[in-house]
């Protein structure tokens, strides 16, 4: 039973060093897309010329202008639900790697808590996403109208 307990507190320990590693990666991807105008400018360049283009050449001379388009505005919602997801996300696996590499019972307790609740709210969406979709497509429609 003892390698059997080893085994599994190292592919736990592993899981959730990856599980750090990609909330790490939200947390730096939404602060990136949120704040850093100055370097995504370039790299979308080319791609607002063409949308600028594009609706000039089909709407006449509508003088559409991109100039004043900045990424991290229109989607500022989106790169904060990223950086509080990777946030949590980095929370509990750390958790769950302190509780495993320590043999801390208690902490691997509240690790699996937290891992049975989420898993719980997810199967809630997925039923609410799949059994009731009008609900979630009205409250989303008024959102974005109004």
């Given at each position: 039973?003892?390698l059997?307990t080893?085994a599994?507190r190292?592919v736990?320990?592993?899981?959730?060093?990856v599980?750090?590693?990609?909330?790490l990666?939200?947390?730096?991807?939404?602060?990136?897309?949120?704040?850093a105008?100055d370097?995504?400018?370039?790299k979308v360049?080319?791609?607002?010329?063409?949308?600028?283009?594009?609706v000039?050449n089909?709407y006449g001379?509508a003088s559409?202008?991109?100039?004043n388009?900045?990424f991290?505005s229109?989607v500022?919602?989106?790169?904060?639900?990223?950086?509080a997801?990777?946030?949590v996300l980095?929370?509990?696996?750390?958790?769950?790697?302190?509780?495993?590499?320590c043999?801390?019972?208690?902490v691997?307790l509240?690790?699996l808590?937290i891992?049975?609740?989420?898993?719980?709210g997810?199967?809630?969406?997925v039923?609410l996403?799949?059994?009731?979709p009008?609900t979630?497509?009205g409250?989303?429609?008024?959102?974005?109208?109004?």
């Amino acid at each position: 039973m003892g390698l059997l307990t080893f085994a599994g507190r190292i592919v736990l320990v592993v899981i959730n060093i990856v599980f750090i590693l990609l909330s790490l990666a939200l947390i730096v991807a939404g602060f990136v897309i949120r704040f850093a105008h100055d370097w995504l400018r370039p790299k979308v360049t080319a791609i607002l010329a063409d949308i600028e283009a594009t609706v000039n050449n089909a709407y006449g001379d509508a003088s559409f202008s991109t100039d004043n388009f900045e990424f991290g505005s229109l989607v500022s919602t989106l790169c904060y639900i990223m950086i509080a997801l990777g946030v949590v996300l980095m929370a509990v696996a750390f958790v769950g790697c302190c509780g495993a590499c320590c043999s801390l019972t208690t902490v691997i307790l509240v690790y699996l808590i937290i891992v049975i609740a989420l898993l719980v709210g997810q199967v809630v969406i997925v039923i609410l996403v799949f059994g009731a979709p009008d609900t979630l497509k009205g409250h989303m429609k008024t959102k974005m109208k109004g």
